[in-house]
């Protein structure tokens, strides 16, 4: 047999052995149609947003129910949970707040015999005011697209909590349930949140704050005398004791474990951020986004300045800070092994970036020695720099070192698009607000545990999400919220809110022009009590 031949009946074959193949696997395929499949495309459209931040993984619906005293932080709780998962992950969350039902039937500034639980007539009432938060409650988690409800009371029987089940079992809803009980049996942490939290509520709004506060423990002790804490026939909890022992009783799933880990997280002890952007940068000057250059000189200014506020102010503590045992804040001198009281000890996070790690350079970090809560002594170094890169900025891609008019010449139809819909808008090859929200979450967690002042040196995209988030913005005004340089923004979350001060260390008329700003977008910016234009082209320098 010749060669020729032989390669002719090997190759015949081999074609055989091929067509018995693509027989087996594809028996649909018909070389007649124009078979030409397309790559798979999302539903959501071109530069789609990431599942996680829209919602897509938590199939189950799921219903909170809070149990505590008063004075626990249920409250705070229930509002931190619902804010993170609608803020973070697009899961509509909804708080019913009994109490708030109880004012609309009764009235505020009840006195405390009527949560005397022998007083039958207020038992009733309070009966109803449940009722009322219930069916609300069940009506709203009837409706497409809800995932989360919170039933925030005391719930402080097990014969209201077993109505609260029995209710939502015969309405048909079927959800997940799990309750989360608060207690606190520290006599220090109690008394600050009745001072901080309940008696600015509408209960006790314009009382003398001694009648109030007697007021108050007498009510707390009327709902002691008959209070049950939850136990394993209540079904799926967590427990969680004064914010530092957590137990979890039967909890699954992906929404509830979610829940989980992030109340493990939280606390209620008062604390405070401190958010700046860095000093103007070279690329600011020229009116660049993106990059990694360093300072000007008007930002090593800046720079100087923040180190002195960081000293002066952030690192100065407060007769609160002295006065508080669970925060106990001392110094000994090297010199004379004196132990001064005075300076509490303060975190230092900046972006992986050149003009953040600049900006920080002169914020001093000298050793503190630092008595915790559980009592260990430690040395503290404080302000110690913590590079973050989930704190680097939002990432132009193809645009990044470009300006705005560049990028409008150059990209036209991207640059459209980024005026039609800035939160959801991803750069070419870059990212999103809506990406940069997604990186941002564990860090929206370490700030939610942290009990220390924190200093956070970013960037104008990146403190926008944080800012919207604990000021209780919705998302799509984010990417609108002014960030100027040369500003601090101090922010002070509790239970109904977050109070918010700015410091601006460096005025524009000091600075030379940066040549350009951000462009405006299709939503204008957020109202500020600034003493300068929201568009300011000095203090709103461009960013993405």
Request: charged content about 25%.
């Amino acid at each position: 047999m010749n060669h020729s031949h032989s390669a002719a009946i090997m190759t015949a074959a081999a074609a055989a052995a091929s067509t018995r193949t693509d027989t087996a696997s594809y028996d649909h395929y018909d070389p007649k149609e124009n078979y030409n499949p397309m790559p798979h495309k999302l539903s959501e459209g071109e530069n789609a947003t990431p599942l996680e931040v829209i919602g897509s993984t938590a199939t189950d619906k799921l219903v909170i129910v809070m149990v505590g005293l008063p004075a626990t932080g249920k409250t705070h709780i229930a509002k931190r949970i619902c804010r993170f998962l609608s803020f973070f992950h697009d899961i509509p969350s909804q708080i019913f707040n009994v109490g708030d039902y109880r004012r609309q039937l009764c009235g505020a500034q009840l006195p405390a015999d009527f949560y005397h639980p022998d007083n039958e007539d207020a038992m009733a009432a309070r009966q109803m005011a449940c009722d009322a938060a219930l069916q609300d409650m069940m009506e709203y988690l009837q409706q497409d697209g809800v995932r989360v409800a919170a039933l925030d009371a005391t719930n402080s029987t097990k014969r209201r909590r077993q109505h609260i089940l029995q209710t939502l079992r015969a309405a048909g809803i079927g959800c997940k349930k799990m309750f989360v009980e608060s207690i606190c049996d520290s006599q220090e942490l109690l008394e600050e949140n009745i001072k901080k939290v309940k008696l600015s509520t509408p209960d006790y709004r314009d009382m003398d704050p001694e009648q109030a506060m007697l007021d108050f423990k007498e009510r707390r002790s009327n709902y002691m005398s008959v209070y049950e804490p939850v136990d394993e026939t209540d079904g799926p909890h967590l427990k969680i004791i004064n914010s530092k022992q957590f137990i979890v009783n039967n909890i699954r799933g992906y929404l509830p474990l979610k829940v989980v880990h992030f109340v493990m997280n939280l606390h209620t002890l008062p604390r405070t951020f401190y958010l700046t952007r860095h000093g103007q940068s070279e690329y600011n000057v020229l009116g660049k986004i993106g990059g990694d250059s360093g300072l000007s000189p008007n930002g090593i200014k800046y720079a100087k300045r923040l180190a002195q506020f960081a000293k002066d102010h952030i690192a100065k503590a407060r007769q609160e800070d002295i006065d508080d045992k669970e925060v106990v804040v001392v110094q000994r001198d090297e010199t004379t092994g004196e132990i001064r009281k005075g300076e509490r000890p303060c975190r230092l996070w900046t972006s992986t970036m050149r003009r953040t790690k600049e900006t920080a350079q002169f914020i001093d970090h000298h050793m503190l020695n630092h008595e915790w809560d559980n009592g260990d002594n430690l040395e503290w170094v404080q302000f110690r720099p913590m590079a973050r890169r989930n704190l680097d900025e939002l990432y132009a891609g193809v645009c990044d070192g470009m300006t705005y008019k560049e990028i409008e010449k150059v990209f036209p139809d991207e640059f459209q698009r980024r005026q039609d819909d800035k939160l959801a808008y991803r750069y070419p090859r870059g990212e999103s607000y809506m990406d940069v929200t997604l990186r941002l979450e564990p860090l929206a967690q370490e700030l939610e545990r942290t009990r220390e002042p924190v200093l956070v040196v970013a960037h104008q995209g990146i403190l926008r999400i944080v800012y919207a988030y604990f000021m209780g913005l919705d998302r799509k005004e984010a990417p609108y919220v002014a960030i100027p340089l040369n500003n601090v923004i101090q922010l002070t979350p509790h239970a109904y809110g977050c109070h918010e001060k700015r410091f601006c260390l460096m005025h524009k008329d000091e600075m030379e022009n940066d040549g350009q700003d951000e462009p405006v977008t299709s939503m204008p910016e957020r109202k500020t009590s600034q003493e300068y234009s929201p568009n300011d082209p000095i203090m709103n320098a461009p960013s993405c």
